[in-house]
């Protein structure tokens, strides 16, 4: 007998049908003689919708509130899949994040789970039940509803495997596994059989959305074999896992596209010590974060400090702008909303040389210009226009061989 955490998002779980396409899988999980938590998301595009209608009614909805709104996606999923579960004749319990005993820190919308209590989810299992988890929420010590940020249910699926010490997590998806690079961008990517947790932390930190990075973080340090399988095929998956040597033989193993950022650029700041430390403290406080960052080359004691961060925290960065400029001596900000961050992963690039000219070339040659670059030992980014982005990830695939047969 296996202890299995099963994950659903939210396209899996669109709608009556696939609720209960999904509560035979399980069910079948638990007849073949396993444990079994499962995780389900909000269905279909209910987040989104939330948002949005949260918007119509105030362009700055409070975080707190908006938790409280995005939370209740999850809810209607748990309950709707145990009532799934109890019409196929299994014995099946919903839980909310709170309930399931997760704990979260107190930024909300984009809370971290601090720790989990998970007594009442093992005392179900042990009483023979399913156990269905609401995904992407917890509570803060204030006793208020936090949510974990987008994808937030692959993190709240690998940390329940992690505490409940699950022989795997499966994260079940509406794509057939973890790919060179988004398959729906380009339809020739390969499906990769395993991929190290260094590389899919990279990828999924890097945009590509099919994992939440938090819990490829979460998977890493505790040792979780995570599988991202389809929720509509039988087919074998990717496994994520630790690295071996021969993974080092690939070069580049997919290509990311983030397509959510801004860019913030602070004309004329004077060149002097302790400036960056000033504009920084500011973001940093304002909970933004902060992620390729270029400073120009200082003319008569004055430089341009340009940075990317996350599209939705611009209104955040632009509140935290006010008020900076004349405190640091700068003439001025400019925004540009519209750019996005194309990387090339890949832990082979510990060994190999050249990998960052053949990007270069390879975007040159199809006139995209690289307006930032930034590098770490196994990844490579470039900041970009976002009307290029799909066209740059394609180039990028090909210059790297990375299509199937
Ligand atoms: P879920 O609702 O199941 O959480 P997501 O939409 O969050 O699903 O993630 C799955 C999507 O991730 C896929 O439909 C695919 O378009 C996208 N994706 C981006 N990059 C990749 C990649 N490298 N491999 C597979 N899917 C990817
Ligand atoms: N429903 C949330 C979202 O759409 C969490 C998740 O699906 O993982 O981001
Ligand atoms: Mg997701």
């Not at 908006?66 to 899949?81: C, F, N, P, R, W």
């Not at 919308?109 to 009483?127: C, W």
């Not at 006793?143 to 992690?162: E, H, K, M, P, Y």
């Not at 973890?178 to 590389?199: F, G, N, Q, S």
């Amino acid at each position: 007998m296996a202890l299995l955490v099963q994950k659903y998002g939210g396209s899996s779980v669109a709608d009556a049908e696939c609720m209960m396409r999904v509560a035979r899988r399980v069910h079948k999980t638990q007849q073949e003689g396993h444990e079994v938590v499962v995780v389900v998301s909000a269905m279909g595009k209910t987040t989104d919708n939330l948002i949005a209608l949260a918007k119509q009614v105030n362009a700055r909805p409070s975080d707190r509130e908006m938790d409280m709104l995005l939370s209740t996606g999850e809810q209607i999923s748990v309950a709707i899949l145990a009532m799934a579960l109890h019409s196929l004749g299994a014995d099946a319990v919903s839980m909310t994040g709170p309930q399931a005993g997760i704990a979260t820190d107190d930024a909300h919308t984009k809370a971290k789970i601090m720790a989990i209590t998970p007594d009442r989810v093992r005392e179900n299992l042990d009483a023979g039940r399913i156990v269905i988890v609401a995904g992407f929420q917890g509570i803060t010590p204030a006793f208020d509803i936090a949510t974990l940020g987008r994808g937030g249910s692959d993190t709240t699926a690998v940390a329940l495997a992690a505490v409940l010490k699950a022989d795997v997590c499966q994260i079940f998806t509406d794509v057939d596994g973890v790919y060179t690079t988004d398959p729906r961008i380009v339809p020739t990517a390969r499906k990769l059989d395993e991929i190290a947790y260094d590389e899919m932390l990279e990828m999924a930190s890097l945009g590509a959305k099919v994992l939440q990075s938090r819990s490829v973080e979460f998977a890493k340090k505790y040792g979780v074999v995570l599988e991202v399988l389809s929720s509509f095929e039988e087919t074998p998956g990717t496994i994520v896992r630790e690295e071996v040597k021969k993974m080092e033989d690939v070069v580049v193993r997919g290509v990311a596209a983030d397509k959510g950022q801004a860019k913030v650029t602070i004309q004329h700041v004077p060149d002097k010590p302790g400036v960056a430390a000033q504009v920084f403290r500011k973001i940093s406080a304002a909970r933004i974060n902060v992620d390729v960052i270029v400073q120009n080359v200082s003319e008569q004691g004055y430089t341009d400090i340009s940075f990317t961060v996350p599209q939705d925290d611009l209104q955040r960065s632009e509140t935290a702008m006010a008020g900076l400029l004349e405190e640091i001596g700068a003439k001025g900000v400019t925004y540009d909303p519209e750019v996005a961050k194309i990387s090339i992963v890949g832990v082979g690039m510990r060994t190999h040389t050249g990998i960052a000219e053949r990007m270069f070339g390879a975007l040159a040659d199809n006139s995209i210009n690289i307006d930032m670059i930034s590098t770490s030992e196994i990844k490579v980014s470039v900041v970009i226009k976002r009307s290029q982005a799909d066209d740059a990830v394609r180039v990028l695939h090909e210059a790297f061989e990375l299509s199937g047969e």
